[in-house]
């Protein structure tokens, strides 16, 4: 069975052709496009939405998570505190989405080109 792939941050620079190529490699079934904003073929997620996002997570079935969700530059560099929940972070012990407990699922592989 191939991988079952959320991609936060679709609708960004990064996600837009992220999601075609992944698309394209894994059957465009396989991957679950989402963002805060809304367009055709992607889902409104948003990453601080903690229920939201695990149950997505969870009924979905996924394995790995492309976050691009982010605040960049000087937007970020304005609102620190949303940022760092956006963005999230790396820690000793991996990287941590704030709102998504990785642990309770099955998730595989996180990429997040940020850090
Ligand atoms: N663009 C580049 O050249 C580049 C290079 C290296 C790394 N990166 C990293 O890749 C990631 C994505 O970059 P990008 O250029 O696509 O950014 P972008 O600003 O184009 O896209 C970010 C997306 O996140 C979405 N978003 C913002 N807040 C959200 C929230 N609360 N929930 C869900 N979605 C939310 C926005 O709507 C937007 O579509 C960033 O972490 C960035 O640092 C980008």
């Known amino acids: 069975m191939g991988p079952r ?3 936060t941050g ?3 620079q990064i996600g837009t052709e992220l999601v075609e190529a992944l698309g394209e490699k894994h059957g465009q079934g396989s991957v679950i496009a989402t963002d805060v904003r ?7 997620l948003d990453v601080m939405d903690s229920a939201g ?3 997505l997570v969870k009924d979905e079935g996924i394995t790995e998570i ?7 530059s000087a937007t970020g560099e304005r609102n620190p ?3 760092w929940k956006i963005n ?5 012990s991996g990287y941590v989405i704030p709102v998504i ?15």
Not at 101 to 115: E, S
């Open 10 to 12: 679709a609708l960004g």
């Open 101 to 115: 407990p990785l642990v309770i699922t099955n998730v595989l592989l996180v990429m997040a080109p940020g850090h």
């Open 88 to 92: 999230g972070r790396f820690t000793v």
């Open 81 to 83: 505190d949303l940022c």
């Open 5 to 7: 792939i959320l991609v």
């Open 53 to 55: 996002i695990q149950s």
């Open 38 to 44: 809304s367009a055709p073929g992607c889902r409104i």
């Open 66 to 72: 492309y976050h691009l969700a982010a605040l960049l």
